[in-house]
């Protein structure tokens, strides 16, 4: 069975770095992988996508410059480095999985989230 598992959230001050890493297990995922987020009241919203060959990426506009997403398809992984964390950065951090293409929608794997807290 497949599965994504998060991990690397926490609180931080604003202007701190974090690194969240995403573990897939069950099948090895040959396509694109993305990260999402969701703040409490407020709909999961698109952070990040790369391609399965790990050369194209994407990014919304508020993390471009400080975020970036990488994936080492040897150990079937995909991370999110996150720099100059803000305030706004606060919410449940999701890794997400397609099984064709790559983008900023069409995810059919879901982690279970990791919550990244950034205090002002």
């Known amino acids: 069975q497949a599965q994504l598992v998060e991990s690397g959230g926490g609180l931080v001050q604003a202007g701190a770095s974090l690194r969240l890493s995403c573990a897939a297990s069950?099948?090895?995922?040959?396509?694109?992988l993305g990260w999402f987020r969701q703040a409490p009241g407020k709909e999961r919203e698109f952070v990040a996508a790369?391609?399965?060959?790990?050369?194209?990426?994407q990014y919304t506009d508020s993390v471009k410059g400080r975020f970036t997403i990488s994936r080492d398809n040897g150990k079937n992984m995909v991370y999110l480095q996150m720099n100059s964390l803000k305030p706004d950065d606060t919410a449940v951090y999701y890794c997400?999985?397609?099984?064709?293409?790559?983008?900023?929608?069409?995810?059919?794997?879901w982690g279970q989230g990791t919550q990244v807290t950034v205090s002002s």
């Open positions: 069950g099948r090895t995922f040959r396509f694109g």
């Open positions: 790369i391609d399965g060959s790990g050369h194209f990426t």
């Open positions: 997400a999985a397609r099984s064709s293409g790559w983008g900023r929608s069409g995810y059919e794997y």
